[in-house]
T-cell receptor
Framework: DADVTQTPRNRITKTGKRIMLECSQT?????MYWYRQDPGLGLRLIYY???????NKGEISDGYSVSRQAQAKFSLSLESAIPNQTALYFC????????????FGDGTRLSIL | GQNIDQPTEMTATEGAIVQINCTYQ??????LFWYQQHAGEAPTFLSY????GLEEKGRFSSFLSRSKGYSYLLLKELQMKDSASYLC???????????FGDGTTLTVKP
């Protein structure tokens, strides 16, 4: 079983719809992150959370919201989807500590028509 | 703002050595990570540098010069499976947030 699980893996929806992407982890990490990746580009940080009561905006948070329901669960919502939010979305986790890498889920491919 | 530069694409031959460079200008520095990402898949961790010098891990090595804002990833004895994107990421603060470069797509040819 994957340590970081994202659902759904693929989603096609229409402009204006509300969408929730879910992420759960079994690694026991406190820190969780949501990124989007557009073709040919790197990962851009949307939101991150260092524990259940901590939520922080990343570089591109407009149009997105998140909820940290438990240590193991971090969901990303698009309240009213628009076509330029079409992208590959990754959830990641990391342990605390300076040299701890991030561990990524398999991604959610989201298309908004 | 944060600025991380990597070459967009590189091509190399199976069995050869390739060096992928990363230069950065960031508001803080608490370490530099390299990740590998095969097309359509999740990034996976390759290496971490926080002090100047070379870190070696099998066929892969990573170098850091903090004074120059420069790192490179060295891949030896290239294999076809090394064809992937390589992402450089700078950890900006002690709190764990990182900024990623756009990645270098490496194609290994027979």
């Amino acid at each position: 079983d994957a340590d970081v699980t994202q659902t759904p893996r693929n989603r096609i929806t229409k402009t204006g719809k509300r969408i929730m992407l879910e992420c759960s982890q079994t690694k026991g990490h406190d820190r969780m992150y949501w990124y989007r990746q557009d073709p040919g580009l790197g990962l851009r940080l949307i939101y991150y959370s260092f524990d259940v009561k901590d939520i922080n905006k990343g570089e591109i948070s407009d149009g997105y919201s998140v909820s940290r329901q438990a240590q193991a669960k971090f969901s990303l919502s698009l309240e009213s989807a628009i076509p330029n939010q079409t992208a590959l979305y990754f959830c990641a986790t990391s342990d605390s500590g300076g040299n701890q890498p991030q561990h990524f889920g398999d991604g959610t491919r989201l298309s908004i028509l | 703002g944060q600025n991380i530069d990597q070459p967009t694409e590189m091509t190399a031959t199976e069995g050869a050595i390739v060096q992928i460079n990363c230069t950065y200008q960031t508001s803080g520095f608490n370490g530099l990570f390299w990740y590998q990402q095969h097309a359509g898949e999740a990034p996976t961790f390759l290496s971490y540098n926080v002090l100047d010098g070379l870190e070696e891990k099998g066929r892969f090595s990573s170098f850091l010069s903090r004074s120059k804002g420069y790192s490179y990833l060295l891949l030896k004895e290239l294999q076809m499976k090394d064809s992937a994107s390589y992402l450089c990421a700078v950890k900006i603060t002690n709190a764990g947030k990182s900024t990623f470069g756009d990645g270098t797509t490496l194609t290994v040819k027979p």
